[in-house]
Structure formats: structure tokens, C-alpha cells
């Protein structure tokens, strides 16, 4: 009897024993789904802050590239030596938590879009304007494809092949069924003129089938809205490589920086020596890109929103090339050089071992003397001047020719040249976390903050010998509403497109 009441006991106290247990696993089970629940939704919330402190940081730095245009005191003529153009210092600038913590500084890329070819000259003006237009995008397809002549064939004063690396990997087989120049532009021209329909609404989106390369036809009466309609175009939308440029294999890139690198410190914290081995080494891989055998997208070197002239102080090598046939790379690379401060510092340096400073000009000192003004494009004459005026030494008489470009030739092309660019990208970045959130916004510039010109002083480009026009005038403030600040900038900034993005 007493055996089995023990044994009955020990029994109870054994099922007890894996209630308990079974309660405590229950328990770890629900504790740990309640522990995900709390992370995860700890997590979510920081990727909110942080999304929100990245949106405030790209907003704060789209405002501060639109005030850098804004206040260009010299807007007669525009170019990559201007402030606008040069990398942006957060120095002084004070944003962050409140427990001290300051994020990765915003990056911010202003470009101008008057470097680039517009498309709808292929509809717009003369005809002859029109045809003129035709040429010079089927010569752009030519170089971005790196089929132009000009790209193939030894340079005299390089002493080797222009497009540096194997040529022939470049051009794989498929090659032979893209549509050439010719054809690529007379379908643009039809799908620019064409207009919607009824049946357009009807008509969906589809790689599939035999029929319509395209897919989709035009579903707005204007000539293009975006340059993605490229890809809606025949022939375009087959040719990826000639639109998007060719995908870089892992071990064939131009100029790389290693992965394990770590990112280069902010620029008001570099020193002169690090600012110009920063500048030079991107003049280096800007000029190994143009070098490069493999295709370029054709994209970057378009635009919609410009009046068709090409700014000779931005527009690269290959907008410059496609202007005239007779257009060699050295006249060209001339060009480029003598144009942009950074490549004649870094010239000067590598003459004279010194090192330039980034210091502001003296007082009186003239601020840009490496960029074109509208008088220096007025004629052969003034151009062979300007250009050769960096190779001159000092005290020596500019050149009054340049070698390889005739007056014939740069006749032809003069009327594309302007110096003042009028609509700009802006594509601010900021980084927050695990989270960037990018803006890109386009602005036309009007407007100017200089005073009207004196009689005998150069006018706007484009005209001559005519005075500018008088900038307009600030209100006078309030009586005792004067707060010592200067006047606001009569420069004005319209925005044509915006769009944000996060990742």
C-alpha cells in the first residue's frame, strides 16, 4: 500500500515536472517572437529616422547647389572652372544629432545640359538646321559605338592607337545586324513626328512576337518626354549597348578603386598635395573613359531641355568631335585643355614640380582665365588665340592658327558654340544608415547678377559688341527693416523635373 502511494506520488511529480517544462519552452517561444516583434519594429523605425534624416540631408544639398547657381557672379559665360562644377565643402556646416553624431557628408553633382546634343533638333528649325542636326548624331553614334575613323587611327603627336586596349574584343560578332547610323536617326526623326492616335491606348507594352520591334507606340503628342522612349524606338530598342553602353567585365574596368579602400576623407579636411593628386587622378580616368575601345551609352550625351547650342567650356570630347567630321582628336584634346584651369595646373606642375594652391584670386586678379568668352568664339582668329594662349610660354605671343583645325572648318562649326549654359542637372545623395536617398532635379537658369556692361566692354554671347542687359533691380528695404545682408540674387532658377529616389 504504501508502495504504491510513493510510486503514484513520484508519477504526479514527474507529469508535473513536464507540465512545467512544456510551460517554460512556451514561454522562451513566446518571449523570443515577442523579441523579433521589438527588433523588428525597432529596425523599421530606424530605417524611417534614418530615411528621414538622409531625405532632410538631400534636400539641404540640392538647396545648397541651387544657391551656388544662384549666386554665380559670373554669368556671361559658365564652365567646369566655376564653383558650381567643383566638388562641394561641407566645412562649418553643422548638421547631426543631437548627441553629437554627424552622418557621411551629402554628395552633389551639378551638370550642365547644354554639354550635351539635343535630340529634338532632328524636328526643330530649317531644314538645312535639321539635316545639320542628322549628321551630327549619326557621327555621335559612330564614336559611342567607337567605329569613327577618327578614334581608329594612329594619333601623330600620342604616338599610338587613341582608343587604348583591344580594339577587336570590343566588336563581338552580333555586331554585324545593328542597325547602322543612317537608319538608327531616320527612325528617331519618324518616332519624334509622330503623333498619338486613338489606337494608341489600346496598345500594350511586349517583347514578344515577330511584329513591331518596339512594342508600344507613342502615347502623348509631343515629340519625347523622356530619353528612356529611346528604347520604344526601332532599332534603339534592340541596341541596349549603343543606349546603356556595354556591361564592364570584372577584370577589364578602366578605373577601379578597390573595394577594400577606404573612402577618401572629406575635401576641406585634404591637403593641397592630397586636393591635387584628388584632381589629377580624376582628369586621368576622365581621359582613360574617353580612350576607352569598349562602347559608350549614347544617353549621357543627350538632352531634351536645352535651344540646341553646345557650351565649348563644358561639352566633352565626343560632343565636340561629333560637331564636324574634319574635327581631329588633338584639335579637339587642344581644346579641352586650354579651357579647364585643373588640366593647365596640373600641366604647370608637371613642368615645374610645384604644386598649385586652391587660394581664391588677389584682389583685382582676374578669376577664371582658362574659359572661353563669347568674344574669344567670335572668329578663327580670336579661338586660335585662346586656345594656344596656354601653350605660349610667358611673354611669348599666342599662336594665331591652330595646328590641324583650318578657318573653313571651324566656321562650320562655330554656330553650335555658345559659352553660357541655361538648364542644369542637380543630383544630390545623402547617406544615412543603410539608407540613400537621391534626388535628381532639373533647373532653367535666367536671369544674371552683373551690372550692365559699359559702352566699349563685351555683351552677351551671341552678340558682339552689344551691351548686357541691366541686371534688375532689388527693392530698397523697409526703413529699419535693413538686416545687413546682401541683396537678393536677380539670377532665377525654374524647375523643369524632379524625381527621388531611396535604396
Same mark, same amino acid.
Given at each position: 500500500m504504501v ?8 508519477? #504526479?511529480?514527474?507529469f ?14 513566446? =518571449?523570443? !517572437? ?13 530605417? =524611417?529616422?534614418?530615411?528621414l ?7 539641404m544639398a ?7 547657381l ?22 562649418? *556646416? ?9 552622418p557621411?557628408?551629402?554628395s552633389?553633382?551639378?551638370?550642365? $545640359? ?7 533638333l ?7 538646321q535639321?539635316?545639320?542636326?542628322a549628321?551630327?548624331l549619326k557621327? @555621335?553614334?559612330?564614336i ?8 581608329? $587611327? ?8 587613341i582608343l587604348v ?24 526623326i519618324?518616332?519624334l ?12 507594352f ?10 508600344m ?19 534603339w530598342?534592340?541596341d541596349?549597348?549603343? =543606349? /546603356? ?10 578605373? #577601379? #578603386? ?13 591637403t *593641397?598635395e *592630397?586636393?591635387?593628386?584628388?584632381t ?17 551609352g &549614347?544617353?549621357?550625351? @543627350?538632352? @531634351? /531641355?536645352?535651344? !540646341?547650342r ?6 566633352p ?6 560637331l564636324d567630321p ?10 579641352v585643355?586650354? #579651357? ?14 610645384? &604644386? ?20 574669344d568664339?567670335a ?37 553650335w558654340?555658345?559659352v553660357r549654359?541655361? =538648364? /542644369?542637372?542637380?543630383?544630390? +545623395? ?18 544674371t547678377?552683373?551690372a550692365p ?14 551691351? +548686357?542687359p ?13 538686416? !545687413? ?19
Amino acid at each position: 500500500m504504501v508502495q504504491r502511494r510513493s510510486l503514484a506520488r513520484r508519477r #504526479r511529480r514527474g507529469f508535473a515536472l513536464l507540465v512545467v517544462l512544456i510551460l517554460i519552452v512556451m514561454l522562451a517561444v513566446l =518571449v523570443y !517572437g515577442l523579441q523579433s516583434d521589438v527588433q523588428r519594429e525597432a529596425g523599421v523605425s530606424g530605417n =524611417v529616422r534614418d530615411d528621414l534624416r538622409a531625405a532632410y540631408l538631400a534636400e539641404m544639398a540640392l538647396v545648397r547647389a541651387g544657391a551656388m547657381l544662384r549666386l554665380d557672379k559670373y554669368s556671361d559665360y559658365d564652365s567646369l572652372n566655376e564653383e558650381w562644377a567643383k566638388t562641394y565643402s561641407w566645412e562649418g *556646416e553643422r548638421f547631426g544629432t543631437a548627441d553629437g553624431e554627424r552622418p557621411r557628408d551629402p554628395s552633389v553633382l551639378v551638370v550642365d $545640359e547644354d554639354r550635351k546634343f539635343n535630340l529634338l533638333l532632328l524636328v526643330r528649325g530649317s531644314e538645312e538646321q535639321q539635316k545639320q542636326a542628322a549628321e551630327v548624331l549619326k557621327r @555621335l553614334i559612330e564614336i559611342c559605338r567607337r567605329t569613327d575613323k577618327r578614334l581608329l $587611327e594612329n594619333s601623330e603627336r600620342l604616338g599610338e592607337p587613341i582608343l587604348v586596349g583591344d580594339v577587336r574584343r570590343s566588336r563581338s560578332v552580333g555586331d554585324a545586324s545593328e542597325a547602322n547610323p543612317d537608319t538608327l536617326v531616320r527612325n528617331l526623326i519618324k518616332y519624334l513626328k509622330e503623333r498619338v492616335t486613338e489606337e494608341s491606348d489600346e496598345l500594350e507594352f511586349t517583347a514578344e512576337g515577330e511584329g513591331d520591334v518596339r512594342g508600344m507606340k507613342k502615347q502623348t503628342p509631343f515629340e519625347m518626354l523622356t530619353l528612356g522612349e529611346l528604347m520604344q524606338v526601332e532599332g534603339w530598342a534592340t541596341d541596349q549597348k549603343l =543606349v /546603356y553602353g556595354g556591361v564592364r567585365k570584372a577584370n577589364e574596368p578602366i578605373e #577601379r #578603386r578597390n573595394d577594400n579602400d577606404e573612402p577618401p576623407p572629406p575635401w576641406h579636411e585634404m591637403t *593641397e598635395e *592630397e586636393r591635387f593628386e584628388s584632381t589629377r587622378s580624376a582628369l586621368e580616368a576622365d581621359d582613360m573613359r574617353s580612350r576607352d575601345p569598349n562602347p559608350m551609352g &549614347i544617353i549621357h550625351f @543627350l538632352t @531634351l /531641355y536645352t535651344v !540646341g547650342r553646345i557650351n565649348v567650356n563644358t561639352a566633352p570630347r565626343e560632343i565636340l568631335m561629333a560637331l564636324d567630321p574634319d574635327l581631329t582628336w588633338d584639335v579637339v584634346d587642344l581644346i579641352v585643355t586650354a #579651357r579647364q584651369q585643373d588640366r593647365v595646373d596640373a600641366k604647370k606642375a608637371e613642368e615645374t614640380g610645384e &604644386i598649385p594652391t586652391t587660394q581664391p584670386p588677389a584682389e583685382g586678379e582676374e578669376e577664371d582665365k582658362a574659359s572661353f568668352r563669347a568674344g574669344d568664339i567670335a572668329n578663327y582668329a580670336a579661338f586660335a588665340q585662346r586656345v594656344n594662349n596656354q601653350q605660349a610660354g610667358e611673354g611669348e605671343q599666342p599662336a594665331p592658327t591652330i595646328e590641324g583645325l583650318s578657318e573653313e572648318v571651324f566656321n562650320r562649326f562655330r554656330p553650335w558654340l555658345t559659352v553660357r549654359s541655361t =538648364v /542644369y542637372t542637380v543630383e544630390a +545623395a545623402a547617406t544615412v544608415g543603410k539608407v540613400t536617398h537621391k534626388i535628381r532635379a532639373v533647373y532653367r537658369r535666367t536671369g544674371t547678377n552683373q551690372a550692365p556692361a559699359q559702352p566699349g566692354q563685351p555683351g552677351q554671347p551671341g552678340q558682339p559688341g552689344q551691351p +548686357a542687359p541691366p541686371a534688375p533691380a532689388q527693392p530698397a528695404p523697409a526703413e529699419g527693416e535693413g538686416d !545687413g545682408l546682401p541683396p537678393q540674387p536677380a539670377i532665377k532658377l525654374t524647375l523643369l523635373f524632379r524625381d527621388v529616389s531611396t535604396s
